[in-house]
């Protein structure tokens, strides 16, 4: 790692070592979600997909008090709460054999797993600071790919050795590498902030808060039409190879590894490149955005050549997803921390809960959204991902000059200014001078009883 000595965050290495423990158990079942839960409860394909579709969106609604508990608690406790659940979600699915079983362990494991997002962004905003974020979100990103991969071909492994009973097996060791991620987590230690404010414990007032920072919805906004784009490789390209290019099937397969070795490999990299070019996070998110644009344009290019040789076509889509890949290791390490920075400290679970609706809903509306534009033409989804990459960027850039100035260029560890408490009714936050809050929110914020956790 690039880092000067005194930049370093105490305990760095524990959590891009707990997201790849996390990446393995995840990849472990990921690939196979259909197959794998089909094979644990001997429930049929049809009931699996209509239970996960059900739960995975009843699991949405935990985002906002998952945000509020942080904003009380701390994010590590939060944190370990919920690898406590996925822990015995996965411990338990070998069991559940009854559609009521299944569904009740499916939905406090998905509500558990849409919330993980959100409060790791929160960890590392209270464990780092600065350009210190920054690297830490680069590092952890990357192993948790390379932890993803590791995960995928050691259930395929067991699979293949053990049979239908390497199913459970699987599911088994994805609870036991929650487990152990847990445990790796002990070394992160909180910073301490410059002082306490009074926030609200009800989740509406302090959610009142978000709704009123116009410039933090706007990011929000942006990052709704860019998650899409990181759907589409998983969702939309299967569906374009085989229907309407006619391609083998296994080019999907190596579209897959090639962006998860890349993503694994380069990461780190791409990210301090990124960070020593001094570029600001709202042009580098940007930037990425532009590469997906980049990508899905060469796809309509190769939906209306159409290529029949499979090795035109292999090597277009080796091209593609290297340029879609750059865009992703680009924009999101700059995207996830801007949403980090732009968070008042005391309220930063609330902000990023509401931040990660954006990831949520964009999971939940692009396989409906894709599928139906692909029925229209195969070019039709990735103009549409055009116009959706663009907006974002534009977006981003708009509204680059009313968020604070920390939150938009990364600065050095030592230099970034500890976290701040947020505003008293009547006066601006100190880190948002260019965006003061509005009185009723402020004074929301002030109804509170009791002050939040240094």
């Known amino acids: 790692m ?14 891009p070592l707990t997201a790849a423990v996390n990446g393995v158990g995840t990849g472990m079942y990921v690939p196979f979600t259909l197959v794998f839960f089909h094979a644990v409860t001997g429930l049929s394909f ?9 739960t ?43 559609l009521a079983a299944f569904a009740a362990v499916a939905l406090v494991t998905a509500a558990a797993d849409r919330a993980f997002p959100a409060v790791q962004q929160s960890l590392i905003g209270e464990v780092a600071r600065g350009a210190g974020r920054d ?33 459970t097996y699987a599911a088994w060791g994805n609870a ?21 404010a009074p926030v609200p414990h009800r989740a509406g007032a302090g959610y009142r808060l978000v709704l009123a920072d116009r410039p933090f919805l706007v990011v929000t906004g942006a990052n709704f039409l860019n998650a899409l784009s990181y759907s589409a490789l998983s969702v939309l390209f299967p569906l374009f190879m085989v229907e309407w290019l006619h391609g083998p099937s296994v080019l999907t397969g190596a579209a897959f590894t090639l962006n998860t070795v890349l993503c694994a490999v380069a990461g780190v990299g791409v990210g301090a490149r990124v960070r020593r070019a001094g570029a600001r996070r709202t042009r580098a998110a940007a930037l990425g955005g532009a590469l997906f644009a980049t990508a899905f344009t060469a796809q309509i290019v190769l939906g209306t050549v159409r290529p029949t040789s499979a090795a035109v076509l292999g090597g277009a889509v080796v091209t593609v997803v290297v340029v879609y890949t750059l865009g992703e290791l ?3 390490p700059a995207a996830q921390v801007l949403a980090v920075e732009t968070a008042p400290e005391a309220v930063r679970g609330r902000y990023l809960a509401a931040y990660q609706m954006s990831w949520s809903l964009a999971k939940a509306v692009a396989p409906s959204l894709f599928t139906a534009l692909l029925a229209l033409d195969g070019r039709a989804p990735w103009a549409v991902l055009v116009l959706t990459s663009a907006a974002a960027a534009a977006l981003l850039i708009r509204t680059e000059r009313h968020l604070p100035p920390e ?28 965006v003061p809050v509005p009185a009723a929110a402020s004074a929301a914020v002030t109804a509170g009883p009791e002050g939040v956790r240094a």
Do not use: C, M, W
Request: aromatic fraction near 6%.
């Open 56 to 98: 995975g969106l009843a699991g949405i609604a935990v985002l906002p008090l998952a945000g509020t508990a942080v904003d009380r608690y701390g994010a590590k406790r939060v944190l370990y709460a919920l690898y406590g659940v996925r822990v015995a979600g996965f411990a338990l699915y070998p069991f559940a054999r009854s």
């Open 407 to 434: 939150a938009v260029r990364p600065l050095p560890a030592e230099a970034a200014p500890l976290p701040a408490p947020v505003a008293r009714t009547g006066a601006p936050a100190p880190a948002r001078a260019a």
């Open 135 to 167: 690297r830490l979100q680069a590092s952890t990103r990357a192993l948790q790919n390379a932890g993803s991969g590791a995960g995928a071909l050691l259930a395929t492994l067991v699979i293949s050795l053990a049979g239908s009973a390497g199913y």
């Open 330 to 332: 680009i924009h999101s």
């Open 46 to 54: 049809t009931v699996v997909g209509a239970v996960l579709t059900a």
């Open 176 to 196: 036991l590498s929650f487990a152990l991620a847990a445990l790796l987590l002990r070394p992160l230690r909180p910073l301490r902030t410059t002082g306490e």
């Open 2 to 15: 690039e880092t000067r000595k005194s930049e370093r965050i105490p305990g760095e290495r524990a959590l």
